[in-house]
């Protein structure tokens, strides 16, 4: 059983960055595939990004395409989502998941394990 622990959300301006962590635990961290979703209120779950198991093949959603990074270092069993030039309508409860698999994956339904996820708020 994975556990996944997001951490590093808050409160920004726009055009401000904040880097989400997210630590994980209770299996073999680079045998998954990562990613992260959000959700705002009353919206479903959407794709954020994903990232394959070495971290060298990622994809995006295209609303973050050029301003958010996920990146992961498999030595401390952590994946980050660096967000630079946030808008207010990033505004979400951002999560992170993983996949019992090495590729990465932009639907939720190809996810096995969520964390608890972290709020992001962006002011006008």
């Known amino acids: 059983q994975v556990q996944l622990v997001e951490s590093g959300g808050g409160l920004v301006q726009a055009g401000g960055s904040l880097r989400l962590s997210c630590a994980a635990s209770?299996?073999?961290?680079?045998?998954?595939?990562m990613g992260w979703f959000r959700q705002a209120p009353g919206k479903e779950r959407e794709f954020v990004a994903t990232?394959?198991?070495?971290?060298?093949?990622?994809a995006y959603a295209d609303s973050v395409k050029g301003r958010f990074t996920i990146s992961r270092d498999n030595a401390k069993n952590t994946v980050y989502l660096q967000m630079n030039s946030l808008r207010p309508e990033d505004t979400a409860a951002y999560y992170c998941?993983?996949?019992?698999?090495?590729?990465?994956?932009?639907?939720?339904?190809?996810?096995?394990?969520w964390g608890q996820g972290t709020q992001v708020t962006v002011s006008s």
């Open positions: 209770g299996g073999t961290f680079n045998r998954y595939g």
């Open positions: 990232i394959n198991w070495s971290g060298d093949s990622t």
């Open positions: 998941a993983a996949r019992s698999r090495i590729w990465y994956a932009v639907s939720r339904n190809e996810y096995d394990y």
